[in-house]
């Protein structure tokens, strides 16, 4: 089933629905339809209404700002957009490397791990970025939700990660 993205009244990305949902919320005066197909229409026996792809609540939702959100090789990849942060190049087939290598003590914890390509990561082995003069383009920061969640759900839809990067 399609996916709606729902923002708050300010604009604020807070997640996806099912297209049912989204048509729900609209009926009922809850939401407003930010952005919808050109292509595509609902249809119903005595109307047709826009094919909602982006749809803002009407009132204000308090969000909780932060989540507890696990490290996991999905999330991290996600969070450096599938990208090797030594050498830039984009890959589904990246490893994880530690910054501070977990062999001089470094902690498996969002600040020190980076994607890295299979090379990237075989050529820094267990050196400091300083002893082998790579530096991440990107210091590791822990993500918010909506970077991880949402920007990752919206990969490949243009129209939902205009919303979510801002």
Request: glycine content about 4%.
């Amino acid at each position: 089933m399609s996916k709606v993205l729902v923002l708050n009244a300010t604009y604020e990305p807070i997640s996806f629905v099912s297209l049912r949902r989204a048509v729900v919320l609209l009926l009922k005066e809850k939401a407003e339809v930010i952005e919808a197909s050109v292509e595509r229409q609902l249809r119903a026996e005595r109307a047709s209404f826009p094919y909602p792809l982006v749809i803002r609540l009407v009132t204000y939702v308090p969000v909780p700002r932060f989540f507890n959100l696990p490290l996991s090789r999905r999330s991290l990849l996600s969070r450096d957009n599938y990208t090797c942060q030594y050498c830039g190049v984009v890959d589904n087939q990246l490893t994880i490397d530690h910054v501070l290598p977990k062999s001089r003590g470094g902690k498996t914890e969002w600040t020190n791990v980076v994607a890295a390509c299979v090379n990237c990561n075989r050529k820094k082995g267990n050196k400091l970025p300083a002893e082998a003069k790579m530096y991440p383009r990107v210091a590791p920061v822990k993500p918010a939700y909506i970077t991880v969640v949402l920007l990752g759900q919206a990969k490949g839809n243009e129209t939902w990660a205009r919303y979510i990067r801002t």
